[in-house]
């Protein structure tokens, strides 16, 4: 997944990256005067990548079905996986995962890192950033390499929640905890994030998320002024 890239050659180029590696579908967040005459120049025959790819207009609507969401970036962040670990992590996902590439500027920011399951950087010698399809296609062939000839794994018998059921948790627990003065009012994402995040690592069920957000919603009802 591409948020808000530059470039339309570098789509294209990426679009060629998943062509030669069946790493997955192209999903693309909000491109920035996208021109499909220049991307099919560095797509070099990946036309059938461009024509299925999927455009979306914010970040929240392309994970919003996603089960493991997985950042990266060229900045050092501590624990974060090498390409081979995260290439693991995705295809171990029991549900539709999203791998995330930030803009060919700045990248993801940190408050966008924060949201994620796990962060992935490709290790360099002395340049802490690549082009964005060198980084698309490193990825990619380690997804191949993960994958081999074995079947993807089956979702289990109970689905885990997903983006749009934990950012609707997120929403409501914000509110909550503001009101029980539990949150700093000047900066309440800053530890909001914080829980969010456990909450990630634990990757909870629909029902479980289902419970969750009932429990909120009583304590709303009950909350004494």
């Not at 990248?107 to 950087?121: F, I, S």
């Not at 479980?208 to 919603?217: D, T």
Request: one cysteine or more; a neutral charge.
């Amino acid at each position: 997944m591409l948020n808000r890239p530059r470039s339309s050659q570098n789509i294209g180029a990426a679009a060629r990256a998943l062509a030669n590696t069946g790493a997955g579908a192209l999903w693309v967040v909000e491109p920035l005067g996208f021109d499909r005459a220049q991307a099919a120049k560095l797509a070099a025959g990946a036309d059938d990548v461009l024509e299925s790819m999927r455009v979306v207009r914010t970040f929240p609507e392309a994970v919003g079905d996603c089960v493991e969401v997985v950042m990266t970036t060229g900045r050092p962040v501590p624990g974060a996986l090498l390409p081979a670990e995260a290439a693991a992590r995705l295809l171990a996902a029991p549900g539709p995962a999203a791998l995330v590439f930030g803009d060919e500027v700045r990248g993801l920011t940190n408050r966008d890192l924060r949201q994620a399951g796990a962060v992935t950087t490709i290790p360099t010698v002395s340049k802490s950033s690549l082009n964005l399809a060198q980084a698309v296609i490193v990825y990619g062939y380690e997804i191949l390499k993960a994958r081999g000839n074995a079947a993807l794994p089956l979702a289990p018998p109970e689905p885990l929640a997903d983006e749009r059921s934990l950012s609707l948790l997120r929403e409501r627990a914000r509110a909550l905890l503001l009101a029980a003065g539990f949150l700093n009012p000047q900066q309440p994402d800053i530890v909001l994030d914080e829980l969010v995040s456990l909450l990630r690592r634990a990757h909870p069920t629909r029902r479980e998320a289902e419970l969750l957000l009932a429990a909120i919603a009583q304590l709303e009802r009950t909350r004494v002024p």
